[in-house]
C-alpha cells in the first residue's frame, strides 16, 4: 500500500476568491495542510477548512521567503506524514509559476500528485477591465512572457518577433523592467502609440490600473508608484477596455462608441 500522501498543485486564481474553480475550492476544504505563496489573497486563505495546518513560503521578486529547493523538500516530507497536501500557487501552477518544477521534483521522489488549473491573472484580469486578449481584425493571438530576469542579467528575449502589431502581449513580472520593456518593443517596430496597461492588485481590494500607450506607459506607472504585483499588457485591444469595461460602463456608452479611444490615465 502507497504510505505517502497526495500532493495537489492548485492554483489560486488572480486573488478574487470568486475566480477559484469549484475543485480548488473542494481541495482547499479537504486539506490537511496547505502550502502558499505571497500572492494568495487573504478571502482565499479563509477558505481553507478549519482543521489544516497552513505553511507559508512567500516569494517575492527579489526576496524568497523559502528557496525553491527548500519548498521542494519540504513538499516531500509532509507527504510522508499527511494525506492531502495543498501546495497553493497564484493564478496557475504552470503559468510562470515553478508548479512544474515542483511537480518535476515530485515525480522523481515517487510522490503522487495532480495538478488543479487556476485562471491565471492574464485571463483574469483582462477580463476584469474587458480586454479581450484576442479580438477579430485586431489581434490574432497573445503571448505570455516573462518581463523578469534572473538577478541583474538583462531581459534576454526575442523582441523582434514580440513587436507584432497583430499579437497581445502579456508580460508577468515585468513592473521594474516596464521601461526597458518599451523601449525594445519601439525600437523593433512596434508602434509608440500601441495602447497599453499594467494593472495591480488584479481582481482584488486595492486593484489600480493604468492605461495609455508603449511610450507613455512606463512615465504614468512611475508617477503614481503602482504597487506590485503588476500586469502589463500590450496591444491594440487594450484600446477596447474604455467600451467594453463591464465594471464602470453603461452598456449604451458600450455600444455606441465607434472608435478606438485614446486614453491615458490611471485609476484613482
Ligand atoms: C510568479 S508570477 C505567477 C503567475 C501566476 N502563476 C499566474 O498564472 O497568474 C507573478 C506575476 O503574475 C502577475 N500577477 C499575478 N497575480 C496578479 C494580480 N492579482 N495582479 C497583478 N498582477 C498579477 C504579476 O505580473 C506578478 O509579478
Redesign the pocket.
Given at each position: 500500500m502507497d504510505e505517502t500522501g497526495r500532493i495537489y498543485l492548485v492554483g489560486a486564481g488572480?486573488?478574487d476568491p470568486d475566480l477559484l474553480t469549484v475543485k480548488a475550492l473542494k481541495a482547499l476544504k479537504k486539506a490537511d495542510v496547505v502550502v502558499y505563496d505571497r500572492?494568495i489573497s487573504d478571502e482565499i486563505l479563509d477558505l481553507i477548512g478549519p482543521g489544516a495546518a497552513r505553511i507559508f513560503v512567500g516569494k517575492a521578486a527579489s526576496n524568497h521567503h523559502l528557496p525553491q529547493e527548500d519548498i521542494n523538500a519540504l513538499l516531500v516530507k509532509l507527504a510522508k506524514t499527511s494525506h492531502t497536501i495543498v501546495r497553493l500557487?497564484?493564478?496557475?501552477?504552470f503559468?510562470?509559476?515553478r508548479g512544474s518544477e515542483e511537480a518535476l521534483y515530485l515525480a522523481r521522489h515517487n510522490i503522487a500528485f495532480e495538478v488543479i488549473p487556476?485562471i491565471?491573472?492574464a485571463s483574469g484580469?483582462s477580463s476584469s477591465l474587458g480586454i479581450p486578449l484576442t479580438h477579430r481584425g485586431l489581434s490574432t493571438g497573445v503571448r505570455f512572457v516573462t518581463g523578469h530576469a534572473k538577478g541583474d542579467e538583462d531581459l534576454d528575449l526575442d523582441w523582434k518577433s514580440l513587436a507584432d502589431e497583430q499579437t497581445t502581449l502579456v508580460f508577468?513580472?515585468?513592473l521594474a523592467n516596464l521601461s526597458e520593456i518599451s523601449r525594445r518593443l519601439i525600437a523593433e517596430g512596434l508602434s509608440p502609440g500601441t495602447p497599453a496597461a499594467a494593472?495591480?492588485?488584479?481582481?482584488?481590494n486595492g486593484q489600480r490600473q493604468c492605461i495609455g500607450t508603449l511610450a507613455d506607459l512606463s512615465g504614468l506607472v512611475a508617477d503614481i508608484d503602482l504597487p506590485?504585483?503588476?500586469?502589463i499588457i500590450v496591444g491594440q485591444v487594450v484600446g477596447l477596455a474604455d467600451m467594453l469595461n463591464w465594471q464602470e460602463l453603461p452598456y449604451e456608452d458600450a455600444y455606441s462608441a465607434m472608435e478606438l479611444p485614446e486614453k491615458r490615465e490611471c485609476s484613482a
Open positions: 488572480p486573488g500572492l500557487k497564484g493564478g496557475d501552477p503559468v510562470f509559476g487556476g491565471t491573472a484580469i508577468y513580472m515585468g494593472v495591480s492588485k488584479g481582481t482584488v506590485s504585483p503588476v500586469l
